[in-house]
């Protein structure tokens, strides 16, 4: 099957990035250097081609009911163009996605929400078939392009082209105009720095994409974004997280908001809550020459205490870092872990600072 291009797909091509196939879609891995594209969006402003993420609108009478009922955050506290980062779980408790949805000026507005790429099409369908009489979910991946503007410069380069952000808080989204193109602009990413992710239509995607070059932007492919989201300690589907884990044992329990009422895999939720949980992700180190990978086992005074879930090495840090699900009981312990390496094992320690692994200054300058 062949993979799909995202309206960037020849862009990307002409600025020679390697390219690979990720969830379906054909996607940049890089364009020059990881360290490069890494430093360029914790230091000043990298620009990411996330169009593969799925892109979904809700509307209809009895929306925000239908969204209550689905994702395990509390929709009703979002107010006008604010949004969440939530989960949709299954009735036994299972992570089937981790998302972000957005509420419009009124309630009663189309919602949209943003999905994992590999899940989309999962999501679509599990939605539509507990969606009730009247409530549509459209799928608008194809129509348009997402661009993740990250960095402490990004809002300098985006205010400097005319894009007002002084009330765009984090987390919230309005609609606006970017050097004349029109654009829904939220206030979110995936790297632990402050950034944007802009809607674009898919016919002005590349006049965007190229004028935030033009203006400072790096082009930055799927291996920075990689390294700068697991320096933030942020999970990621499939490899950190899937439906057999829940929330709780890798630390999103603060989505979970039983207390709102019946949602979707709520009683399973209720009652794994009460009972602990068996397992907890933590935060690994290794050194220079030790980079925890994932799907390594991980063991202590020789018998096996869990696995790694992500691993990289951190440019921040200077050193490998991994995320990894443990028995709870083995993530108190100070003792070193054991990480299987090839021919032989290699020692670990716990993060003592816990997670994330970077954490980004203040901003500097207002917005």
Known sequence: MTARATPLNARHRASKARMVEFA????????????????????GTGVFDVSHMGRLLVSGPGTPEFLQRMLTNDVGRLGSRRCQYTLLCSASGGIIDDLIVGRGEEAADPWWVVVNAANRERDLAWLRDHAPAGVEVRDRTEETALLAVQGPAAASLLRSQGLDLEEL?????REAELAGIPITVSRTGY????????????????CLWDMLCEHGAVPCGLA??????????????????DDATDPFEVGLGWVVKLEKGEFEGS????????GGSRRKMIGVLGSRRVIPRHGQLLSRNGAAVGFVTSGTFSFSLDRGVGLALVEADAAESPDPLIVTQRGGGDAVTVDPTGLPFYRRQPRQTPV
Do not use: I, K
């Open 191 to 206: 790297t632990g720095e402050d950034g944007f992710e802009l809607t674009v239509g898919s016919a002005q995607a590349v």
């Open 24 to 43: 379906g879609w054909s996607l940049p891995q890089q364009y020059s250097s990881v360290r490069d594209e890494h430093r360029a969006v914790r230091e």
């Open 267 to 274: 009683d399973a939720l209720r009652e794994r809550r009460g």
């Open 224 to 241: 920075a974004r990689d390294v700068c989201r697991l320096e933030a300690a942020l999970r990621l589907y499939g490899s950190d997280m």
């Open 169 to 173: 808080r984090s987390f919230a989204w």
